[in-house]
Each structure stands twice: as structure tokens, then as C-alpha cells.
């Protein structure tokens, strides 16, 4: 059974830092994409951050220089360090591991609430 565990979520004021942790089972993790994706209310979810099995990376324009994602492979695990953020940052956060186009899993989310 594939599980991806999201941690790190919470409230922080605008200009603060955040580190969201996803914990992979069920796969091997070293194969696959990962990525961190994000929705807010009434909007359609969004692409974050991702890094390749490789390791290469790639991030959405609204988050460069401020967000940094990491795997590592020995832990099954994916961070995104999220650094002054800001409250168009706010969101629930999902962590998704991809191999190919038709192999793709999902995390259940964390929220991500960047107010004063």
C-alpha cells in the first residue's frame, strides 16, 4: 500500500519559514518524481515544486528564490523549505510522487496558513 505523509503544516506570519516533510512507503522511492503541489480556496491546484529521481529541480515563478526543494532517497522522503513567505502563499499543500504518465500518488495534504 503506497502512503505519502505530509508534515510541517501550520500558521507562521508573513516573512517567516516553513519546512513541509513527506514520508513515502510502498514505493520505491528512488524511481519516482516528486513533487509539492498546492490549492487554496476556490482555486485550482497548483504546481510548487518538483525534483526529479535524478534530482533535478524545477519551481513554480511565484515561489523561486524563496522555496527549496530536497530529496532524500535514504529516508524516502521529500522537504520543501519555504522561506518569507507571504499570505498568497496560503494553501493546503500535497505531496506527489509520479513515475511515467500514468503511475501517480497523492498525499492527503497540510495546511499552510501564512497570516499576521
Known amino acids: 500500500q503506497v502512503q505519502l505523509v505530509e508534515s510541517g503544516g501550520g500558521l507562521v506570519q508573513p516573512g517567516g519559514s516553513l519546512r513541509l516533510s513527506c514520508a513515502a512507503s510502498g514505493i520505491i522511492f528512488r524511481n519516482y518524481a516528486m513533487g509539492w503541489y498546492r490549492q487554496a480556496p476556490g482555486k485550482q491546484r497548483e504546481l510548487v515544486a518538483a525534483?526529479?529521481?535524478?534530482?533535478?529541480?524545477n519551481y513554480a515563478d511565484s515561489v523561486k528564490g524563496r522555496f527549496t526543494i530536497a530529496r532524500d532517497n535514504a529516508l524516502n522522503t521529500v522537504y520543501v523549505q519555504m522561506n518569507s513567505l507571504k499570505p498568497e502563499d496560503t494553501a493546503v499543500y500535497y505531496c506527489?510522487?509520479?513515475?511515467?504518465?500514468?503511475?501517480?500518488?497523492w498525499g492527503q495534504g497540510t495546511q499552510v496558513t501564512v497570516s499576521s
Open positions: 506527489n510522487a509520479q513515475r511515467g504518465r500514468s503511475v501517480n500518488f
Open positions: 525534483i526529479s529521481s535524478g534530482g533535478q529541480t
